[in-house]
Protein backbone atom coordinates (compact mmCIF):
# COMPACT_ATOMS: atom_id res chain seq x y z
CA UNK A 1 0.00 0.00 0.00
CA UNK A 2 1.86 3.64 -1.10
CA UNK A 3 2.13 5.87 1.71
CA UNK A 4 1.23 9.37 2.23
CA UNK A 5 2.55 11.55 -0.84
CA UNK A 6 2.99 15.01 -1.15
CA UNK A 7 3.66 17.58 -4.00
CA UNK A 8 5.95 19.13 -4.83
CA UNK A 9 8.70 18.13 -2.29
CA UNK A 10 10.64 21.43 -2.86
CA UNK A 11 9.07 24.91 -3.49
CA UNK A 12 10.57 28.52 -4.23
CA UNK A 13 8.36 31.22 -4.02
CA UNK A 14 8.64 35.11 -3.31
CA UNK A 15 7.29 36.99 -0.57
CA UNK A 16 3.61 38.03 -1.19
CA UNK A 17 3.06 35.59 -3.56
CA UNK A 18 0.86 32.46 -2.96
CA UNK A 19 1.79 28.70 -3.06
CA UNK A 20 -0.68 25.46 -2.73
CA UNK A 21 0.26 22.19 -1.43
CA UNK A 22 -0.69 19.02 -2.30
CA UNK A 23 -1.20 15.55 0.48
CA UNK A 24 -2.45 12.54 -1.22
CA UNK A 25 -3.64 10.25 1.77
CA UNK A 26 -3.03 6.31 1.92
CA UNK A 27 -5.89 4.66 0.18
CA UNK A 28 -9.12 4.14 2.13
CA UNK A 29 -8.28 7.29 4.70
CA UNK A 30 -10.75 9.75 5.04
CA UNK A 31 -8.60 12.35 7.21
CA UNK A 32 -5.71 14.75 6.45
CA UNK A 33 -4.16 17.27 8.74
CA UNK A 34 -1.52 19.34 8.34
CA UNK A 35 1.30 20.40 10.75
CA UNK A 36 4.89 23.07 9.95
CA UNK A 37 8.16 22.57 10.97
CA UNK A 38 10.20 25.73 11.48
CA UNK A 39 13.74 25.90 13.20
CA UNK A 40 12.32 28.44 15.66
CA UNK A 41 8.72 27.23 16.43
CA UNK A 42 8.72 23.85 16.18
CA UNK A 43 6.02 21.21 14.71
CA UNK A 44 2.58 22.98 14.99
CA UNK A 45 -0.51 21.80 13.86
CA UNK A 46 -2.27 23.64 10.99
CA UNK A 47 -5.37 22.40 10.34
CA UNK A 48 -7.26 18.99 9.92
CA UNK A 49 -9.95 17.80 7.34
CA UNK A 50 -11.61 15.42 7.41
CA UNK A 51 -14.68 14.12 4.74
CA UNK A 52 -14.39 17.51 2.45
CA UNK A 53 -15.15 19.22 5.95
CA UNK A 54 -12.60 20.95 8.81
CA UNK A 55 -12.45 19.80 11.67
CA UNK A 56 -9.92 20.91 13.66
CA UNK A 57 -7.86 24.06 13.45
CA UNK A 58 -4.47 25.13 14.84
CA UNK A 59 -3.61 29.00 15.66
CA UNK A 60 -2.41 30.55 12.35
CA UNK A 61 -3.28 33.53 10.67
CA UNK A 62 -6.49 33.41 7.83
CA UNK A 63 -3.30 33.63 5.47
CA UNK A 64 -3.48 30.08 5.77
CA UNK A 65 -6.17 27.70 4.43
CA UNK A 66 -6.76 24.51 3.08
CA UNK A 67 -9.18 21.96 1.37
CA UNK A 68 -10.31 18.55 0.63
CA UNK A 69 -11.51 16.58 -2.20
CA UNK A 70 -14.15 14.39 -2.64
CA UNK A 71 -11.04 11.63 -3.48
CA UNK A 72 -9.42 12.49 0.22
CA UNK A 73 -6.75 14.44 -1.07
CA UNK A 74 -6.21 17.31 0.36
CA UNK A 75 -4.32 21.16 -0.28
CA UNK A 76 -3.37 23.48 1.80
CA UNK A 77 -3.06 27.55 0.62
CA UNK A 78 -0.93 30.40 2.33
CA UNK A 79 -1.81 33.90 0.80
CA UNK A 80 0.85 36.70 0.77
CA UNK A 81 3.71 34.64 1.54
CA UNK A 82 6.31 35.95 4.03
CA UNK A 83 9.64 35.11 5.15
CA UNK A 84 9.01 33.23 8.19
CA UNK A 85 6.49 31.00 6.60
CA UNK A 86 9.17 28.93 5.58
CA UNK A 87 8.44 25.43 6.45
CA UNK A 88 8.92 22.06 6.12
CA UNK A 89 5.21 21.41 5.83
CA UNK A 90 3.93 17.57 7.01
CA UNK A 91 0.87 16.40 6.28
CA UNK A 92 -0.40 12.96 7.58
CA UNK A 93 -3.31 10.89 7.04
CA UNK A 94 -5.77 8.32 9.15
CA UNK A 95 -8.90 6.42 8.50
CA UNK A 96 -10.91 8.75 11.25
CA UNK A 97 -9.90 12.27 12.31
CA UNK A 98 -6.99 11.89 14.44
CA UNK A 99 -5.12 15.13 13.79
CA UNK A 100 -2.20 13.11 13.73
CA UNK A 101 -2.07 10.24 16.25
CA UNK A 102 -2.25 7.70 13.52
CA UNK A 103 1.16 8.18 12.66
CA UNK A 104 1.20 8.13 8.95
CA UNK A 105 3.24 11.04 8.06
CA UNK A 106 4.78 12.36 4.43
CA UNK A 107 7.56 13.15 3.77
CA UNK A 108 6.57 16.77 3.22
CA UNK A 109 6.76 19.54 1.45
CA UNK A 110 9.51 22.62 2.00
CA UNK A 111 8.98 25.54 1.13
CA UNK A 112 11.34 28.50 0.97
CA UNK A 113 10.00 32.21 0.83
CA UNK A 114 12.93 34.47 -0.65
CA UNK B 1 -3.22 22.68 28.37
CA UNK B 2 -1.07 20.06 26.88
CA UNK B 3 2.59 20.51 26.95
CA UNK B 4 6.14 18.42 26.21
CA UNK B 5 9.18 18.91 27.22
CA UNK B 6 12.49 17.40 25.92
CA UNK B 7 15.38 17.77 28.44
CA UNK B 8 18.84 18.10 25.83
CA UNK B 9 18.45 18.94 22.74
CA UNK B 10 21.43 17.07 21.54
CA UNK B 11 22.36 13.81 23.04
CA UNK B 12 25.64 12.11 21.84
CA UNK B 13 26.04 8.39 22.76
CA UNK B 14 28.74 5.55 22.08
CA UNK B 15 27.83 2.71 19.13
CA UNK B 16 26.33 -0.35 21.77
CA UNK B 17 25.36 1.96 24.02
CA UNK B 18 22.16 3.07 26.08
CA UNK B 19 20.35 5.56 24.00
CA UNK B 20 17.99 7.06 27.14
CA UNK B 21 15.82 10.66 25.61
CA UNK B 22 13.93 12.49 28.05
CA UNK B 23 10.54 13.60 28.08
CA UNK B 24 8.03 15.14 30.14
CA UNK B 25 4.49 15.98 29.10
CA UNK B 26 1.58 17.94 30.66
CA UNK B 27 -1.79 17.30 30.94
CA UNK B 28 -4.89 17.89 32.49
CA UNK B 29 -6.35 14.84 30.65
CA UNK B 30 -5.16 11.20 30.21
CA UNK B 31 -2.91 11.39 27.48
CA UNK B 32 -1.80 9.85 24.37
CA UNK B 33 2.26 9.79 24.25
CA UNK B 34 4.11 9.53 21.19
CA UNK B 35 7.84 9.21 19.88
CA UNK B 36 8.87 9.73 16.47
CA UNK B 37 11.66 9.83 14.62
CA UNK B 38 13.02 12.12 12.03
CA UNK B 39 15.91 11.68 9.51
CA UNK B 40 17.21 14.40 7.35
CA UNK B 41 15.14 15.75 4.53
CA UNK B 42 12.28 13.02 5.26
CA UNK B 43 9.15 13.41 7.21
CA UNK B 44 7.92 11.90 10.59
CA UNK B 45 8.34 8.35 11.46
CA UNK B 46 6.42 6.80 14.39
CA UNK B 47 8.44 4.60 16.96
CA UNK B 48 5.89 4.16 19.49
CA UNK B 49 2.55 5.10 21.05
CA UNK B 50 1.00 5.16 24.55
CA UNK B 51 -2.52 4.97 24.76
CA UNK B 52 -4.14 3.15 27.25
CA UNK B 53 -3.08 -0.70 29.13
CA UNK B 54 0.78 -1.29 29.63
CA UNK B 55 2.74 1.38 30.43
CA UNK B 56 5.64 -0.32 28.65
CA UNK B 57 5.62 0.41 25.31
CA UNK B 58 7.78 -1.37 22.78
CA UNK B 59 8.39 0.27 19.25
CA UNK B 60 10.38 -0.57 16.02
CA UNK B 61 14.01 -0.61 16.07
CA UNK B 62 14.12 -1.93 19.45
CA UNK B 63 12.99 1.39 20.72
CA UNK B 64 11.00 1.24 23.82
CA UNK B 65 9.37 3.93 25.98
CA UNK B 66 7.73 3.47 29.68
CA UNK B 67 4.71 5.59 30.87
CA UNK B 68 5.06 7.02 34.25
CA UNK B 69 2.03 9.10 35.38
CA UNK B 70 3.47 9.70 38.88
CA UNK B 71 6.79 11.58 37.13
CA UNK B 72 4.46 13.04 33.87
CA UNK B 73 7.38 11.35 31.72
CA UNK B 74 7.74 9.07 28.81
CA UNK B 75 11.74 8.40 28.09
CA UNK B 76 12.68 6.83 24.80
CA UNK B 77 15.39 4.35 25.43
CA UNK B 78 17.48 1.32 23.38
CA UNK B 79 19.93 -0.76 25.06
CA UNK B 80 22.37 -0.38 22.47
CA UNK B 81 22.63 2.10 19.75
CA UNK B 82 23.62 1.77 16.05
CA UNK B 83 24.80 4.26 13.72
CA UNK B 84 21.86 4.41 11.60
CA UNK B 85 19.79 5.70 14.68
CA UNK B 86 21.75 9.24 14.41
CA UNK B 87 18.27 11.14 13.95
CA UNK B 88 16.18 13.88 15.10
CA UNK B 89 13.48 12.77 17.48
CA UNK B 90 10.12 14.31 18.66
CA UNK B 91 8.13 13.43 21.60
CA UNK B 92 4.63 14.60 21.20
CA UNK B 93 1.73 14.64 23.46
CA UNK B 94 -2.43 14.40 22.58
CA UNK B 95 -5.06 14.57 25.30
CA UNK B 96 -8.94 14.02 24.45
CA UNK B 97 -10.75 15.37 22.09
CA UNK B 98 -8.13 18.07 20.92
CA UNK B 99 -6.66 15.19 19.19
CA UNK B 100 -3.79 17.49 17.38
CA UNK B 101 -0.25 16.47 18.52
CA UNK B 102 1.53 18.92 20.79
CA UNK B 103 5.11 17.95 19.95
CA UNK B 104 8.34 19.28 21.82
CA UNK B 105 11.55 20.38 20.70
CA UNK B 106 13.04 17.11 19.71
CA UNK B 107 16.34 16.11 20.67
CA UNK B 108 19.03 15.50 18.36
CA UNK B 109 21.05 11.76 18.59
CA UNK B 110 24.59 11.53 17.49
CA UNK B 111 26.02 7.99 17.47
CA UNK B 112 29.71 8.08 17.72
CA UNK B 113 31.92 5.25 16.06
Known amino acids: KAGVTQTPRYLIKTRGQQVTLSCSPI?????VSWYQQTPGQGLQFLFEYFSETQRNKGNFPGRFSGRQFSNSRSEMNVSTLELGDSALYLCASSLEPTSGRSGYFGPGTRLTVT | AQSVTQLGSHVSVSEGALVLLRCNYS??????LFWYVQYPNQGLQLLLK??????LVKGINGFEAEFKKSETSFHLTKPSAHMSDAAEYFC???????????FGSGTQLTVLP
Open chain 2, 92 to 102: AVSEGSARQLT
Open chain 2, 27 to 32: SSVPPY
Open chain 2, 50 to 55: YTTGAT
Open chain 1, 27 to 31: SGHRS
